[in-house]
């Protein structure tokens, strides 16, 4: 069965600190992989995706995300936070084999201090 | 470009009552999902359609939820009858392309149920 791990309920970062948020996934056979953000009082927002080639996506706001097959992971990151940052992240994952569909991991809260 | 659009955005009812939401999808998208979100939870997938086919319903309670698509653009949601643990906002998203997933989802703005 798929599953995804969001190990930290609450991550707490300073602004103009780097920033990590993580996710392990467990699936059968290759991985897409994505992170999604949901800002209060709006619907969740695309924000970078794994699916084949350079193990290090970049996507919207200065994000950035590295697949490591190895150790089934694909923790997002961004060399320095903002304010604005803060929000609710979510890590997704699809196995490509059949029968295995989207699953969505439980959520971080991220919350950068001014 | 218009986004996904869902309503109604809030629902109150009591358990046993029957229930519907609508979504329409972004213009040109053939895949449709609906999630259901518990507070605290991720959302979870509950029907995939690819046009007006279901793809994967897995995890739809078939015995009270139904969903359908019938011309491969608005879709719509039916829960008959509620439940308490029915209580979470219910998610339509919408992608491009087949069935495989390969595509970014966008989501619309979700409809909060709450069965009292």
């Not at chain 1, 059968?28 to 953000?37: A, D, Q, T």
């Not at chain 2, 605290?40 to 309670?61: E, T």
């Not at chain 2, 008959?80 to 495989?100: F, H, I, M, N, R």
């Amino acid at each position: 069965a798929q599953s995804v791990a969001q190990p930290e309920d609450q991550v707490n970062v300073a602004e103009g600190n780097p920033l990590t948020v993580k996710c392990t996934y467990s699936v059968s056979g290759n991985p897409y992989l994505f992170w999604y953000v949901q800002y209060p009082n709006r619907g969740l927002q695309f924000l970078l995706k794994y699916i084949t080639g350079d193990n290090l996506v970049k996507g919207s706001y200065g994000f950035e995300a590295e697949f490591n097959k190895s150790q089934t992971s694909f923790h997002l990151k961004k060399p320095s936070a903002l304010v604005s940052d803060s929000a609710l992240y979510f890590c997704a994952v699809r196995g490509l084999n059949y029968g295995q569909n989207f699953v969505f991991g439980p959520g971080t809260r991220l919350s950068v201090l001014p | 470009e218009a986004g996904v659009a869902q309503s109604p955005r809030y629902k109150i009812i009591e358990k046993r009552q029957s229930v519907a939401f609508w979504c329409n999808p972004i213009s040109g998208h053939a895949t449709l999902y609906w999630y259901q979100q518990i507070l605290g939870q991720g959302p979870k997938l509950l029907i995939q359609f690819q046009n007006n086919g279901v793809v994967d319903d897995s995890q739809l309670p078939k015995d009270r939820f139904s969903a359908e698509r019938l011309k491969g653009v608005d879709s719509t949601l039916k829960i008959q009858p509620a439940k308490l643990e029915d209580s979470a906002v219910y998610l339509c998203a919408s992608s491009l392309g087949g069935t495989g997933g390969l595509y970014e989802q966008y989501f619309g703005p979700g409809t909060r149920l709450t069965v009292t």
